[in-house]
């Protein structure tokens, strides 16, 4: 059961409990809440112990690798701390954890280029009048092009879909 004590000096309160590790000893944990009121602090407290409880049932190297990786975003979420950038970073490493193969991450000329390959056609024309809007919306993007597609103004985004 987790419990919390308060350092001398510290204004946060540290949740601390045991959890018993694949080998059968027991580990004591003392983690930070980074909260200030006690109750909240308790809260916090016993989600950190479910977190950790879950994590060292996970069963398999991935299951624990994945486990680690939440473990990782509550931290970086609790402290404010979890960017879209982070998120991703973490998202894709739990994709290649389950799936065995990296997340693509793609900036807009790169996803055009993937799309251009892909409405590959029998036509020569209509392939050109692809590739000429294509080849347009990029010079229209600018630099932007080199960005990924969130960073694109939210009324363009939809134009990428």
Known sequence: ??????RKGSPYWIATFDVTQPDGNVRRLKKS???????????????????????????????SRAYAILSEAADATAKGELSEASARLLIARLCEISTGD????????????EWLAMKKVNKKSTQDRYKTSVKLFLAWLDHKARGTQ????????????
């Open 1 to 6: 059961m987790a419990s919390i004590i308060k």
């Open 33 to 63: 809440t980074k909260k200030t009121k006690k109750g909240e602090a308790m809260t916090e407290a016993t989600r950190l112990e479910a977190l950790e409880l879950k994590s060292s049932a996970a069963t398999g190297e991935a299951g």
């Open 102 to 113: 990296a997340l693509k991450f793609y900036t807009v000329r790169s996803w055009s280029d």
């Open 150 to 161: 969130g960073e694109l103004a939210p009324e363009v985004r939809p134009l990428m879909g």
